[in-house]
């Protein structure tokens, strides 16, 4: 079974997301509460980490929150969802994540929206 740690190879904690963005850790705690961006724990101690790829410049990649809602919505959890985004996709074609990146969210979308029923 694939998972998110066989697909991400940049994971970031979320000090790093506040140092790399020059935005306070208050901030970035409100990116993941609302699903501006996802990640999962891993490593060794468990820390909570999110994919490099999520953030563009100084901030959450555009179009990322309401993927990731609509994915939560289709009863993906964190890990799920971003295998999904990092997963290529030869109809796309590439990955989710590389489309969103490029500011191409409606297909994306719309493939997110068909997973939910």
Known sequence: M??????VDDWL????????TDVGISK???????RAIAGI????PSVFQVPALFLKE?????????????LADAGFDDDEAIVWLFT???????RPIDLL?????????????????
């Open 88 to 94: 290529p996709d030869d109809s796309l074609p590439g």
């Open 2 to 7: 694939t998972n998110s740690l066989n697909l």
């Open 13 to 20: 904690t979320l000090p790093d997301i506040a140092d790399a």
């Open 41 to 44: 724990k891993h490593g060794s």
């Open 28 to 34: 970035v705690r409100r990116w993941v509460e609302d």
């Open 58 to 70: 100084d901030a959450p990649v555009p179009h990322l929150r309401g993927t990731l809602v609509l």
């Open 101 to 117: 990146r490029e500011g191409n969210k409606g297909e994306v979308r719309r493939r997110a929206q068909a997973l939910a029923f």
